[in-house]
């Protein structure tokens, strides 16, 4: 087991990694690709309203939905209340970064180390994501004009809420972000398929390093 | 591989040919099908044509949809429209400068290279002598130029040139120059004059400004367009009254075998002016032809000629005589020919008259009082025939045949072809604008609307498809593709540079100088804030209120209970609105366009307080209500 895990991949694995720290990077380092979507569309609305979840803001029709959540009293959306934003990027640059260590090294510890935590900072980042659509459908001011009943928005797909039509969809970054994470399993799946590289790549690594 | 290629090549040619023909078909079909079918626009689907109508005396622009014939809006130019607070706003206020009346007759759309480039609208105001310019970026009237010194009925006008270097106005009832002349009408010869005024447009945010007058004889002047291609740098007025009657024209103005038409080299003029060659009379500059040659020309065009336009080559100019069944054609060529050989006929108070068979290129018998011509992208025009109620089609070019004719009800005057007076007319409409409906509508009483037909132009002949009333009234008009036009829906906010606008929550106040009160204001969904405004009596009270909304079609409306005070404020505009508290105790106001869920509910209350009742220099609303609305407001 410890041989196995201070271990290094074979060439081709080692570029796969690689390939996940490419794709990690631009995602999260340049906030440019959304991470999720949410689309609205009411019969006043036929265009429909949006919002775009990227990993260090919220663009879209902030303001317009704003206005209309001040009717229910919902809590105005503001991309500074978001403290997951002031550290999203570098954290998730850090796993890039790491990714290319892992690569750069081989070694296969370093790999699955960096691979448990982004998968366990990527389940801390989907609950805080969870937890904050519930404050906002939960902490509904008393005084609102129309009164609600305490709501759940959609987390991921479709939802009618009053006059609204509601989609939750992942953006293009959460798919690269989802392909760059199966990169991890499948690579160890492909080590299995061919182990005797593994073990020869394992006595020649030291020269290698 | 060769076998793969030469069968995709095959499926992409295929293809193309199936759009090809789809291409066809939709034209043909355009033409072909039912004349239900051709005006029906389906429900959420939008018109091919933007058609801008002169509200003629009721001072202001309507805007169909074509050929739905759809009324979609109307704009406010020449007259107060209270509901949208134009005329009550102190800038629309400034604009109008007192007049609540106009009369409006020619829409002119800015041309780039001779064709419509939906930056502007441009329309005259004939008895104030004014010219307006909208902003087709919003729809609203942005200037008003005028009243233009000198001139008197500005009826020959806007009718712009080919890059938009300037529009044109001439007296329609000429009068003394200056006109604050003590005269009597029989000195009518003497002491009248008309005035051709040339009025430059900045190329960049077409703002009008006084360029040259010209001192012409008293004749009446009437109609203009601007020369294109060949003839660019020209712009041509006809003439009636060549009698110069003062008194019972009907008769006196109708005996002359011919009046004119006046020829205005404007580049000439501009230069004459930039030379220093005018007097200064009213305040414009302006020539006269007696003493500035080469400005100014009149060619001789036979009973009292109403309309004059230039065909989209540039190469001929028509004008019909009212009183005679003919169009005369001149050409362009021979004009300038005549010019250049000094070959004159005599002057006119100063103005070279040019002979007119040396210029005439032909007569065209199209039928009884014709009016106005336009023209198709294939060759034809189209002459409106007020007498014979009818539009007669023209083969422009020999053998200048009549070949085809309409019924119109009733009374044509202006006619209309889809970008008929550009250099690259669409061929595919004509829209009569008639002035009698009598019959053709529900009764409605004693006061008809005005009435108008849509014409298919893209068959052989003429087709009636669609006939539609309209208010009071339109005289010429204009008819541009739609996708020329893209304008804005909201006002951008962080665009806003208006000194009395505010854009958070906190801003929000009240200040007193003296008498007089600033109420700077926000409306949001669903509120104004501040909405208790507390003021003595006998305040000049100046409401500054600004729509924070960003989103389509949330224009809010601010108005006031006993008074002629309202105002529409679209998303993202700030306005302002005077106000003299003039009864002590409470005065509601309200938002007076329905906005939203809410819209019942967004109101306020004036507490006016006898004058002298001491009340603070700066008051604010409530910190809690200001925090409230700040929060919806913090996002951007």
């Known amino acids: ?209 | 591989m060769r076998r793969w290629m030469v069968w995709s090549l095959a499926g992409a040619l295929a293809l193309a040919a199936i759009a090809q023909s789809q291409g066809c078909s939709q034209r043909m079909a355009g033409a072909s099908g039912s004349a239900a079918q051709r005006v029906y626009v389906k429900p959420g689907e939008h018109d091919a044509y933007y058609a801008f109508l002169s509200g003629g005396h009721h001072g202001n622009i309507y805007v169909y949809g074509m050929p739905s014939c759809r009324h979609i809006t109307t704009i406010p130019v020449f007259t107060p429209e209270p509901a949208v607070g134009y005329g009550v706003d102190e800038e629309s206020k400034e604009m109008l400068k007192g007049f609540t009346w106009g009369d409006a007759h020619h829409p002119g759309l800015s041309e780039t290279d001779g064709d419509y480039d939906g930056r502007w609208l441009f329309i005259n105001d004939m008895p104030n002598a004014r010219i307006a310019r909208i902003d087709l970026k919003d729809f609203k009237t942005r200037q008003i130029f005028g009243p233009i010194p000198n001139l008197s009925a500005a009826h020959a006008c806007p009718f712009p040139t080919p890059n938009t270097e300037y529009v044109f106005a001439a007296s329609r009832f000429s009068a003394p120059v200056p006109l604050d002349r003590v005269v009597r009408a029989a000195d009518y010869q003497k002491e009248f004059r008309g005035i051709i005024a040339g009025i430059k447009v900045d190329p960049q945010d077409g703002t009008m400004a006084m360029g040259f007058e010209i001192l012409m004889p008293p004749f009446n002047y009437d109609l203009a367009d601007a020369g294109k291609g060949p003839s660019h740098g020209w712009e041509f007025f006809t003439c009636y009254n060549s009698e110069m009657a003062y008194d019972s024209l009907e008769l006196k103005a109708s005996q002359n075998e011919m009046d004119y038409i006046a020829a205005v080299d404007w580049r000439a003029a501009q230069k004459a002016v930039d030379e220093g060659r005018a007097r200064m009379i009213g305040g414009a500059p302006v020539l006269d032809p007696a003493e500035v040659k080469g400005i100014v020309y009149l060619f001789p065009v036979p009973k009292s000629p109403h309309g004059v336009d230039v065909d989209p080559s540039g190469q001929y100019v028509c004008a019909a005589g009212k009183l005679q069944a003919e169009v005369s054609v001149y050409s362009f060529e021979k004009f300038r020919a005549a010019i250049d050989a000094g070959r004159f006929d005599g002057e006119k108070m100063g103005v070279p008259v040019l002979p007119y068979e040396t210029i005439l290129e032909a007569k065209v018998p199209v039928g009884l009082g014709p009016l106005h011509t336009q023209f198709d992208d294939r060759g034809f025009a189209y002459t409106s025939l007020f007498l014979d109620s009818q539009i007669a089609k023209w083969k422009v070019g020999a053998p200048w045949e009549v070949v085809d004719k309409i019924d119109v009800y009733y009374s044509i005057g202006h006619l209309m072809a889809s970008e008929g007076d550009t250099r690259h007319p669409t061929g595919e409409y004509v829209v009569a604008l008639d002035k009698l409906s009598k019959d053709r509508y529900l009764n409605v009483g004693p006061t008809h609307p005005e009435g108008a037909q849509l014409i298919d132009l893209r068959g052989p002949k003429m087709e009636l498809l669609y006939d539609f009333p309209t208010y009071l009234e339109p005289h010429y008009a204009q008819m541009i593709r739609a996708e020329k036009l893209k304008p804005i829906t909201v006002y951008p906010l962080a665009e806003n540079t208006k000194p009395h606008a505010i854009k958070r929550a906190e801003d929000a106040r009240i200040e007193r100088k003296g008498r007089r009160v600033d109420v700077y204001m926000l409306a949001i969904r669903t509120h104004f804030t501040p909405d208790v405004i507390r003021v003595n009596q006998g305040d000049d009270v100046y409401f500054h209120v600004t729509n924070l909304e960003q989103d389509d079609d949330i224009a809010h409306g601010f108005g006031i209970n006993w008074s002629s005070k309202n105002m529409q404020i679209e998303p993202g505009e700030t306005k302002t609105m005077h106000w003299k508290a003039e009864k002590v105790g409470i005065t509601p106001f309200y938002c007076s366009n329905f906005c939203s869920a809410l819209h019942q509910e967004m109101q306020g209350y004036l507490e006016v307080a006898p004058a002298g009742t001491p009340i603070a220099a700066i008051q604010r609303p409530d910190p809690a209500r200001v925090a409230e609305v700040a929060a919806v407001l913090s996002a951007e």
């Open chain 1, 1 to 209: 087991m410890t041989r196995y895990l201070f271990g290094s991949f074979a060439p081709a694995q080692r570029q796969l990694i690689v390939v996940a720290a490419v794709l990690l990077l631009p995602v999260f380092f340049l906030p440019m690709l959304p991470i999720w979507h949410l689309y609205m569309v009411a019969p006043q609305y036929p265009e429909g309203l949006t919002l775009h979840i990227y990993s260090n803001t919220i663009r879209g029709d902030l303001d317009k939905i704003n206005i209309l959540n001040h009717y229910v009293g919902m809590k105005a959306i503001t991309p500074g209340d978001f403290g997951e934003f002031s550290y999203m990027p570098q954290a998730l640059t850090l796993f890039g970064v790491a990714a290319l260590a892992a690569a750069l090294f081989g070694r296969r510890w370093l790999a699955i180390a960096g691979w448990l935590a982004f998968t366990g900072f990527a389940a801390v980042m989907f609950n805080s994501y969870v937890q904050w659509l519930y404050r906002y459908g939960h902490d509904l001011d008393p005084r609102a004009a129309i009164k609600l009943q305490t709501f759940m928005p959609p987390v991921i797909g479709f939802q009618k809420m009053a006059n609204f039509k509601v989609w939750s969809i992942p953006g293009i970054g959460t798919w690269i972000l989802g392909f760059a994470w199966l990169l991890g399993p499948a690579i160890l799946w492909l080590e299995r398929k061919a182990p005797a590289a593994t073990d020869e790549d394992a006595a020649e690594a030291p020269d290698a390093a």
